[in-house]
């Protein structure tokens, strides 16, 4: 049974006590991605609560993405992980309200990617690491042709680069972030003549595989350096002169 607690000087409500007591199961990984918690009249049996307090828990869960509630006969409560996409689209609600351009949101990608660049290429296990980048690189070659796969394909680079820098926080931030400008890029890849939007696609195979040069030879500095200059030059390619706000993101699912 759920017991109230205060935090502060005010009392939580007893569905905000459910919810953080499921929220740290998920989190902490006690429960698992797909594992049931059970239908609605167990939970209210093992939560000692009224059905429309454990309601307004799950409500409360549902919204943050970590459950989802199945109606019918058969259905349930079902755990989800915690997911990227829901937390970039939270993210971009946020920008949106405070009216945060997209090249503000590409120019905090660009800081991100030039450090773990450098970090990789200082790092014992780059080889490791170049082997990685390249079979990425060659993924996004491979359907180059197709500027949605070759999205996802170039999605997960940036990813894995800002990963392998090692700092899981920047990587969290990192996937937040391309989440984010991954929809903007697809809307202008659209929007470009298709000539000119596979010549900017294999513009960008080359810089990732001088950068792979780079790391290969383990100069951190010049990595940093040239895949700085490297994002800047994407940054005024795909955004130019657009001060759109990040609500536009919003549209390009």
Request: glycine share 8%; charged share 30%; aromatic share 2%.
């Amino acid at each position: 049974m759920v017991a109230e607690k205060r935090s502060g000087s005010r009392t939580k409500e007893k569905p905000q006590l459910i919810a953080d007591e499921l929220r740290s199961a998920i989190i902490s990984g006690e429960l698992s991605e797909g594992e049931s918690l059970g239908h609605e009249p167990e939970l209210v049996e093992r939560f000692g609560v009224s059905r429309p307090s454990l309601r307004e828990a799950l409500r409360i869960l549902e919204a943050e993405g970590l459950i989802t509630v199945v109606r019918g006969v058969h259905g349930g409560v079902v755990v989800r992980e915690p997911d990227e996409r829901m937390t970039a689209r939270s993210a971009a609600i946020v920008l949106q309200a405070r009216n945060v351009s997209l090249a503000d949101v590409f120019e905090a990608r660009s800081q991100l990617e030039p450090l773990a660049a450098k970090a990789i290429a200082t790092s014992r296990r780059r080889k490791a690491m170049v082997t990685e980048l390249r079979g990425l690189i060659d993924a996004q070659e491979a359907c180059v042709d197709d500027p949605d796969s070759f999205g996802r394909a170039n999605a997960e680079f940036h990813e894995r680069l800002v990963a392998l820098g090692g700092n899981q926080t920047l990587t969290i931030v990192a996937e937040m972030l391309n989440e984010i400008v991954a929809r903007a890029v697809a809307a202008v890849s659209r929007s470009e003549s298709p000539d000119q939007s596979l010549a900017t696609r294999r513009r960008g195979i080359r810089s990732q595989r001088r950068l792979l040069e780079l790391l290969e030879g383990g100069d951190g500095a010049a990595a940093e350096d040239f895949w700085r200059s490297h994002m800047a030059v994407v940054g005024r390619v795909m955004l130019g002169q657009d001060s759109s706000t990040v609500v536009d993101l919003l549209h390009h699912d």
